[in-house]
């Protein structure tokens, strides 16, 4: 396996194209919340987004977010990619789930994980694939669900910085809800 000059910098980006409709805290286009300061002005037009996705450990979209700078005008057709690069932490063809771990070179920003549902073509990867790009799109399931369709090995080594530390995850709460109050005799 050859290895570019230069290696491959960990990113996850989610671009969605199309009309944008103002909300309270961001936008919603492509039937997608993208949580942003942006606002679209008087006059519609379509832009591009490139957002930076949340997921659950089920690939499921929590959040999407998008600083103003990474909203311009469009100059594609309407749709979603989604582009993820990273050490492969987990390959679960039961599940149909991919795992990867992100550890951006920016020094604000902890690793962090994003799981995405697995096509049948992702899954057949070896699984002792170190670092990956994951390419795909987002299918509009309730809130959206990532979908892995295209995967490649990388050289995309860990940044220095974050060598030994362990990716951010949401911990979905285990304790079980309130029962209510016993009825009085």
């Given amino acids: ?11 996850a980006v989610v671009t969605v194209t199309g009309w944008p409709t103002a909300l309270p805290d961001g936008i919603r286009i492509h039937g997608l919340h993208v949580r942003t300061t942006w606002r679209p002005g008087e006059t519609p037009r379509r832009v591009t987004v490139r957002a930076f996705p949340d997921t659950s450990p089920s690939g499921a979209l929590r959040r999407l977010y998008a600083p103003p700078a990474n909203i311009r005008p469009a100059r594609r057709p309407n749709g979603t990619d ?9 390959l679960d063809s039961s599940e149909g789930l991919i795992r990867v771990k992100i550890a951006p070179a920016v020094a604000n920003t902890h690793p962090f994980t994003v799981t995405l549902q697995a096509s049948t073509e992702v899954l057949r990867l070896d699984p002792g694939t170190f670092s990956v790009t994951v390419r795909g799109r987002v299918l509009n399931v309730g809130p959206g669900v990532l979908l892995a369709e295209q995967i490649r090995s990388v050289h995309a080594p860990v940044p220095e910085r974050w060598q030994g530390v362990r990716a951010y995850t949401r911990r979905v709460s285990a304790t079980p809800p309130a029962e209510p109050p016993a009825a009085a005799d």
């Avoid at 396996?1 to 990113?11: D, F, G, K, W």
């Avoid at 989604?82 to 987990?90: A, D, H």
Wanted: glycine share 4%; net charge positive.
């Fill in 1 to 11: 396996m050859t290895h570019p000059a230069s290696p491959t910098p960990h990113a």
């Fill in 82 to 90: 989604v582009l993820v690069t990273g050490t492969l932490l987990k």
